[in-house]
């Protein structure tokens, strides 16, 4: 997958990763809880129906990052295997 740069806007970091088959395009953010106890992730692409998209819940900014990137990765492997079935 191609990852554009993680950039920041207000309270939230997003970024985007293109599936080098088929293209899909995930748009990843990432938010700091209105707590200050962790950050939220969520993953989804343009399109789907919102059930489909995925997000969590990590302790800290870095873990938060790793964790959206590892879903978004995930779910473009599985469509490039659909594609290949």
């Known amino acids: 997958m191609l990852k554009s740069p993680w950039r920041k806007a207000d309270d939230a970091i997003f970024a985007t990763l293109l599936a080098r ?3 899909a395009r995930y748009h990843l953010i990432v938010e700091r809880l209105p707590t200050d106890n962790g950050w939220d992730w969520t993953v989804w692409r ?14 800290g900014l870095v873990t938060a990052i ?3 990137e590892a879903v ?3 779910l473009g492997a599985r469509i490039a295997a659909t594609a290949d079935a």
């Open 46 to 59: 343009r399109g789907d129906a919102p059930e489909l998209s995925r997000h969590g819940y990590s302790p």
């Open 72 to 74: 978004a990765q995930h």
């Open 21 to 23: 088959r088929g293209g």
């Open 66 to 68: 790793a964790a959206a």
